[in-house]
């Protein structure tokens, strides 16, 4: 099955609700942009209820302090990192990193020899102030048929109606959501994850 993330958790309930549902990562926003921002204290309570998931946190301009602070406290697997990656980054965060680009944007692609060293790239819209959570989609026809040499994680603007449109064009290794399985922002819907955990597995039997 491809992968889900869950991103931007807030609360106890809908973390256990994504691993529940077989989420494969759960997502902390440490990024001051995000109206989903959570703090270290609380993403550590958030991932003491964590069963079976990687622990994922978002940043955009934070520093190396803040990054390792979060990482010890919510004991993070991966940092997501909404920024241009740099050999400094690979140096200094001492788990491994998930980079980022904005579909349209190939200067942000890292180059192969940063780009093998991280735990996959994903793409996001580059809509919407860059550190996810927008609702916003982009053309998936971007990534139809390219190759990567780690693995691959989609998001933007996905939900239950298009999640299996972008599967069937990109084949990602994962695919990341935040608002598209929401009530409001930080706060996740269960019939809205059900919906979209259903239509990744269906999407996954189609593509076969």
């Given at each position: 099955m491809t992968e889900v993330k869950v991103c931007g958790l807030t609360r106890e309930e809908d973390v256990r609700a994504a691993c529940d549902l077989g989420a494969a990562y759960v997502g902390f926003n440490f990024s001051?942009?995000?109206?989903?921002?959570?703090?270290?204290?609380?993403?550590r309570r958030l991932a003491a209820v964590v069963d079976g998931a990687r622990r994922v946190g978002v940043f955009v301009d934070e520093t190396y302090r803040e990054i390792e602070d979060a990482v010890a406290q919510a004991s993070l697997d991966l940092v997501q990192v909404h920024r241009r990656l740099t050999e400094e980054d690979l140096h200094h965060v001492w788990?491994?990193?998930?980079?980022?680009?904005?579909a349209g944007r190939a200067g942000e692609i890292p180059p192969p020899e940063l780009l093998q060293r991280c735990a996959g790239i994903l793409f996001d819209s580059s809509s919407g102030g860059g550190f996810g959570g927008t609702g916003v989609t982009f053309d998936w026809t971007l990534l139809e048929t390219r190759t990567w040499p780690v693995?691959?994680?989609v998001a933007g603007g996905l939900h239950a109606g298009n999640v299996g449109d972008s599967i069937a064009r990109t084949r990602p290794a994962a695919v990341d959501v935040?608002?598209?399985?929401?009530?409001?922002?930080g706060v996740k819907d269960r019939a809205k994850m059900e919906g979209f955990f259903a239509a990744v597995r269906e999407a996954d039997a189609r593509c076969r």
């Open positions: 001051a942009r995000s109206p989903r921002r959570v703090s270290p204290a609380r993403a788990v491994p990193v998930l980079a980022v680009a904005h693995p691959l994680f935040a608002s598209g399985v929401e009530s409001s922002p």
